[in-house]
């Protein structure tokens, strides 16, 4: 083999080793939020800006259950992780009250569930787990586990959704993630995933 082939072929062997290289130190991201440290697998950050929604801060992220199969729409369960004393003593809600530590309840997070519209209209409602015994009057406390919010179809969500939001204290963070009505049977394994997936993915 010519000098000046054997030389094009090592260097575009050494090329490919730096390819791959460079490909297995982009399969993680560091991530550290309220001094939680984290190795996050690449494909299960998400990073782009939804217009609508606020950018997460820098001492936060979002993350996906799994990578997104459709880059050009919106993924499903998108969990944010944010530092909890941004939003601590907070009153805009039950839901943060409770995360806050600022109320106690002995409601679980349910099921059974209720859905309640609330005073922004009649695209807004409230999801709350009601207590199965009831209370000293005769009426079964509620916990606000989610607030809903209807979406019509449009280029990034084609079909029409009634998108729930819940939030929780985890380990001085704040939990947050979005899923549709319809899987409102499974929210409490889906948050029980997302908190695993960050144990998985924490640096000890």
Known sequence: MPAVFKALA???????I?????SSGDRFAHREVAGNRFEVPADHLFDATISWLPAPGQDSFV???QPNPK???IPKHRVLVQRLSRFCPGDAS??????????QTSVSDGPPYEKVQNELGSWSSDIYSVDTRPGENGVK???????????????VKPEPSNLCTTFWAYDGMMLQFS??????????????EAMALLDRWRVR
Do not use: S, V
């Open 71 to 73: 880059p050009d729409q």
């Open 63 to 65: 993350f996906l259950f």
């Open 10 to 16: 090592l260097l575009l062997g050494a090329g490919t």
């Open 18 to 22: 730096a390819a791959i290289a460079a």
């Open 141 to 155: 406390d509620k916990r606000q586990i989610a607030y809903c919010q209807l979406f019509e179809p449009n280029p």
């Open 179 to 192: 899923f549709d009505e319809t899987e409102l049977p499974r929210m409490r394994t889906m948050k029980a």
């Open 94 to 103: 039950q839901m943060l009250r409770i995360a806050c530590g600022q109320e």
